[in-house]
C-alpha cells in the first residue's frame, strides 16, 4: 500500500514538473520572483488596484474601515492570500455582494499572518472589513506633547520594508505594483496626506479623498495626519509642516525645486508630477522616506545652515530609482539605494559643485568601510553582498550601508569605465525602458551586459560579479579624493600628535561636512581634549543632529560626562535609528552606562516609533 501511494506521488511529481502545468507557471511573462518575506500567491492572482475607506480614531489609536482591493486572477485559482499583521478582520466580501471565508493563518512576529480569502476565478474584487490595533508596526500615534506646537495629536506611517501589512491588507511585496485611492476621515482641526495627489489645506468636515494613478509598490503606501500647513517652493514643490516650522523648513529646503529641474536634466521626466515634502514630528525613525509625491522628512535636517539637504536630493532621486524601477525582493535592495545614493551625489554636485559632493562621496566611504568592517567581524560576510539572501530574516536586519554606499561605488566603477555620456544615456534608457516595473538582479546585469558593458574587456575591468556577489570591497574600488577634507587630514593628524591644542583647530570656513570628518577622525581622544574643544567649539550644544551624534560617540567612549545632560535630551527628544542604534550600542559596553542607558530608555522609549524601538531592545537586551 505505502509503495503504490509513494509510485503515485512520484508519478504526479514527475507529471507536474515536466509536464504542462510546469510549463504554462513559466510561462506568464507576469511572474514575479518568489519572495520570502510575503505569503500572498501573487503569481496566480494580483491585486491591480486598493481602495481604502478609513476613519482615524485618536482615542483608541486605531484606524478602521475597509480595503477594497482589485484582482487579476491569472490562474484562475479559488483562494486569494494576502499579507497582514496585527489587524482585526471583521468579514470580506466578494465582488460588494456575497460574505465569503477567510481564515487567520499562524502568526509570525516579523512576516505577521496570511489571510486566506476564498475567492471565485469569476471574482473582480475582495473587500476587506478590517481595523489597526494600537500597536500596528508601521503607524505610530503620538500624542499633542511630542509634537512641535503641543495641541494637536498626530499620525504618521513607516511601511518600508515589510509594514505596509500593518495597517492595510494587502500583497506586501516590492514586486507587486497596484494603483490606489483612499477616503479618510479625521478631526477638522488636522490634515490627512497619502503619497498620492494632496489638498494643501484642511477640508472643514475633515474628509479628504485621494487618488494615485500611477502603480505603485505597498512599502510606498503612505499616511501622515497632524496640524500641518503648506507652503510651495517652487513650480511643482512645496512643504508641508507644523505651523511653528514651516517658515525654518522653507527656508531650509530652498534649494528643492532646483534640484527636481537637475534631477530631470540628469535622467529624463519626472513621473509624478508634484513633489513635496512633510516635516515630521522627531520620532520619525528614518532620515527620509521616498513616499511618491511626498517625501516623509525628519525634523533632524532642518540644521539651520541648509547643510542636511543632501537627504532631499536622496529621497527625490528615489522617485526615479526605486518607485519607478523597483527592487524585485528586498534582496535585490542595492537597485533601489545604490542607484540612489549614485543619483543623489550628481544632483549634489549639480548643484553644490565637485568640492561639496568630494566631501559627501568620501564620508560615505568613511560609513562603507566601518559597515563592512562590522559586518565581517560579527561574522555576516554574505551581508556585504550587494545581492543579499534575507530569507527567514527580517529583511530590516540585512538593509545596510553595503547596500547604499558599495552599490554607489559599484555605478562609479561603470561609470569610470565607459564615461559619463555612455552612462547617463544608459541609465535614461534603462529608468524610461522600465519605469512601473520592478527590476532583479539579475535582469539589471542582463542590461548591463546588453546595452553597456558589450567587450570582454569593460567586462572584465568593471568585475560585476566580485561587486554584487562577493564580499566587501574589490580591488578596482574607486579612492575618494577631496581636497577640502585633505585640510582636515592635516589638523587631525597634528591634534593626534598633540602639536596643536584642541582649541586650536583651524576651523575657519569648516562646513557640517569637516566637523563630521574631523570628529570621525579623531583617534586620540581624550576627556581633557573633549573639555577643551567644548568650550572652544560648543559641541555639546550643537543643534546639528549630525554632529551631535559623532560627539556623543566620543563622550560615551571617553566617559566625558558633561556631554551626557544633552547626550540625555537627545536621546529622548530624537527618533531617527541611524543616531540612536551607535549611542546605545556604544553605552550598552560598560556597565555604568549601560546603566545610565536602561535609565534614558525608560523615559525615551514610549516616545519612539516600533521601528527603532525594536531595534534598541535589542541592543539593550530586553
Ligand atoms: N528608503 C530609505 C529608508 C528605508 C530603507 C526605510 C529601508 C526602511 C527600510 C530612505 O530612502 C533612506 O535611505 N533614508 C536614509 C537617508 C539617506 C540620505 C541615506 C535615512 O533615513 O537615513
Ligand atoms: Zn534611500
Not at 118 to 131: E, F, L, M, N
Request: net charge negative.
Amino acid at each position: 500500500m505505502k509503495i503504490t501511494l509513494n509510485v503515485i506521488c512520484l508519478l504526479l511529481l514527475v507529471i507536474s514538473s515536466c509536464g504542462p502545468f510546469e510549463k504554462d507557471r513559466k510561462a506568464l511573462d507576469t511572474d514575479l520572483a518568489k519572495d520570502a518575506h510575503s505569503y500572498a500567491n501573487f503569481n496566480d492572482v494580483r491585486v491591480s488596484h486598493i481602495s481604502l475607506d478609513l476613519d482615524t480614531d485618536f482615542e483608541k489609536n486605531i484606524l478602521s474601515g475597509w480595503a477594497e482591493l482589485s484582482i487579476v486572477n491569472y490562474r484562475g485559482v479559488k483562494e486569494l492570500i494576502l499579507d497582514t499583521r496585527d489587524l482585526d478582520i471583521d468579514s470580506v466580501k466578494l465582488d460588494n455582494e456575497s460574505l465569503t471565508k477567510y481564515s487567520l493563518g499562524e502568526a509570525s512576529d516579523v512576516f505577521g499572518q496570511p489571510l486566506k480569502i476564498k475567492i471565485q476565478p469569476t471574482s473582480k474584487t475582495v473587500k476587506v472589513y478590517y481595523s489597526t490595533r494600537p500597536e500596528s508596526a508601521a503607524l505610530q500615534w503620538l500624542t499633542p506633547e511630542q509634537t512641535f506646537g503641543k495641541k494637536h495629536p498626530f499620525l504618521f506611517s513607516q511601511s518600508q520594508a515589510i509594514l505596509a501589512r500593518s495597517w492595510v491588507p494587502c500583497q506586501d511585496g516590492p514586486g507587486v505594483k497596484f494603483t490606489y485611492d483612499a477616503k479618510v476621515k479625521t478631526d477638522p482641526s488636522l490634515i490627512v496626506l497619502m503619497s498620492a495627489e494632496n489638498k494643501t489645506e484642511k477640508s472643514p468636515d475633515g474628509e479628504y479623498t485621494f487618488q494615485m494613478t500611477q502603480p505603485i509598490s505597498s512599502y510606498l503606501l503612505a499616511i501622515a495626519v497632524g496640524d500641518l500647513n503648506y507652503q510651495s517652493t517652487g513650480r511643482n514643490s512645496g512643504v508641508f509642516a507644523e505651523p511653528d516650522m514651516l517658515s525654518k523648513s522653507v527656508w531650509e529646503l530652498q534649494s528643492m525645486q532646483s534640484m527636481i529641474d537637475s534631477a530631470e536634466q540628469l535622467y529624463g521626466p519626472y513621473a509624478w508630477e508634484q513633489y513635496d515634502v512633510v516635516i515630521l514630528p522627531p520620532s520619525f525613525p528614518f532620515g527620509g522616506m521616498e513616499n511618491p509625491r511626498l517625501t516623509f522628512a525628519t525634523p533632524t535636517i532642518i540644521a539651520g545652515d541648509r547643510s542636511l539637504v543632501s537627504l532631499i536630493a536622496h529621497e527625490l532621486a528615489h522617485s526615479w530609482s526605486g518607485n519607478l524601477v523597483t527592487n524585485e525582493t528586498w534582496d535585490d535592495f542595492w537597485l533601489n539605494e545604490g542607484f540612489t545614493v549614485y543619483f543623489e551625489q550628481r544632483i549634489m554636485e549639480k548643484i553644490f559643485g565637485k568640492p561639496y559632493e568630494e566631501m559627501l562621496t568620501k564620508l560615505g566611504m568613511g560609513d562603507l568601510v566601518n559597515t563592512i568592517n562590522e559586518l565581517e567581524e560579527e561574522g555576516k560576510s554574505a551581508d556585504t553582498y550587494l545581492y543579499l539572501n534575507l530569507e527567514g530574516r527580517d529583511p530590516d536586519d540585512g538593509l545596510t550601508d553595503v547596500a547604499y554606499e558599495k552599490g554607489r561605488f559599484f555605478l562609479q566603477v561603470v561609470e569610470n569605465e565607459v564615461g559619463r555620456d555612455l552612462f547617463d544615456a544608459f541609465l535614461n534608457e534603462y529608468f524610461e525602458n522600465n519605469k512601473f516595473k520592478p527590476m532583479s538582479t539579475e535582469g539589471f546585469i542582463g542590461q548591463l551586459y546588453s546595452n553597456l558593458l558589450l567587450t570582454d574587456e569593460q567586462r572584465l575591468a568593471v568585475d560585476a560579479d566580485s561587486w554584487i556577489f562577493g564580499p566587501g570591497l574589490p580591488d578596482n574600488v574607486p579612492v575618494p579624493f577631496s581636497k577640502e577634507l585633505d585640510r582636515v587630514e592635516e589638523d587631525i593628524a597634528k591634534f593626534d600628535n598633540d602639536i596643536i591644542a584642541a582649541s586650536q583647530i583651524d576651523t575657519s570656513g569648516y562646513t557640517t561636512h569637516h566637523w563630521l570628518y574631523l570628529l570621525r577622525g579623531l583617534k586620540k581622544m581624550t576627556p581633557e581634549k573633549m573639555s577643551e574643544m567644548d568650550k572652544a567649539y560648543k559641541l555639546s550644544e550643537t543643534g546639528n543632529s549630525e554632529i551631535a551624534c559623532d560627539w556623543f560617540k566620543h563622550a560615551i567612549e571617553q566617559n566625558y560626562k558633561s556631554a551626557y545632560p544633552y547626550m540625555e535630551e537627545f536621546l529622548i527628544r530624537v527618533g531617527r535609528r541611524k543616531f540612536l542604534s551607535p549611542l546605545y550600542e556604544r553605552l550598552a559596553q560598560t556597565e555604568d552606562n549601560k546603566k545610565w542607558a536602561l535609565e534614558v530608555y525608560k523615559k525615551a522609549r514610549p516616545g519612539y516609533h516600533a521601528v527603532s524601538y525594536n531595534s534598541i531592545d535589542d541592543v539593550l537586551e530586553l
